[in-house]
């Protein structure tokens, strides 16, 4: 019974959020699958209002591959600051050391330590008249170097029509599992007839990476 209360609130308190065109916003600190179906039912609510539920579940994907990749990201400040991660240059100790914490365990485990350190993850759904803007936001910045190399990435995948060819064609062994998903979801959107210039990631260089995505709804 407290279970079906709780999802009684939050699905209360977000068509009330939806229907005064209010920002929503989820936070989570590891992959938690309450968080996951908070985000589904709001989607799906805004979708059905424009009727177009067919987008549901290739956006629901790219919404689950950028909070894996923030999380992802916290979990390794979190592995630099253990001293798991001494070379943070080293492509192959980072891609091992992520590795070890890619399991519900481990990734419960972090979460619990990113909450201590204010290493959030920020699911932003916003609805801006026939557009809605995703914005998936973690308290880790990005790299000169990274930032390049994110936007290189995605400028190949959207070359590609399938997340297999473009693998295929483009390995990178030492992407930590993360330059995959943000070719994946180029492709997701790609298959949606969505531009990849609808799909940025950027960073203040101080203290925040932001994933955006624009879904003309109209």
Avoid: W
């Amino acid at each position: 019974m407290l279970n079906k209360d709780i999802n009684r609130t939050y699905q209360t308190e977000i068509l009330t959020a939806l229907k005064n065109r209010s920002d929503l916003v989820f936070i989570s600190y590891s992959g938690l699958e309450a968080t996951e179906e908070k985000i589904k039912f709001a989607l799906a609510k805004i979708l059905e209002r424009f009727r177009k539920e067919e987008l549901f579940t290739p956006i629901v994907s790219c919404i689950k591959e950028l909070i894996a990749n923030a999380t992802k990201a916290n979990a390794k400040m979190i592995l630099i600051n253990e001293g798991k991660i001494k070379y943070s240059d080293d492509p192959a100790e980072v891609v091992k050391q992520i590795r070890s914490v890619l399991n519900e365990e481990a990734l419960l485990e972090y979460g619990i330590k990113a909450k201590k350190n204010n290493l959030s993850t920020r699911t932003y759904l916003k609805l801006h008249g026939n557009n809605l803007i995703i914005e998936v936001i973690n308290n880790v910045p990005l790299s000169e170097k990274e930032q390049k190399k994110i936007s290189e990435r995605i400028e190949v995948s959207s070359k590609y029509d399938n997340i297999a060819e473009f693998y295929m064609e483009n390995p990178d062994p030492e992407a930590e599992g993360m330059g995959l998903g943000l070719s994946m979801v180029v492709i997701l959107l790609k298959n949606i007839n969505i531009s990849h210039k609808n799909f940025i990631v950027t960073t203040d260089s101080m203290s925040k990476t932001y994933a955006t995505i624009l879904i003309p709804l109209a």
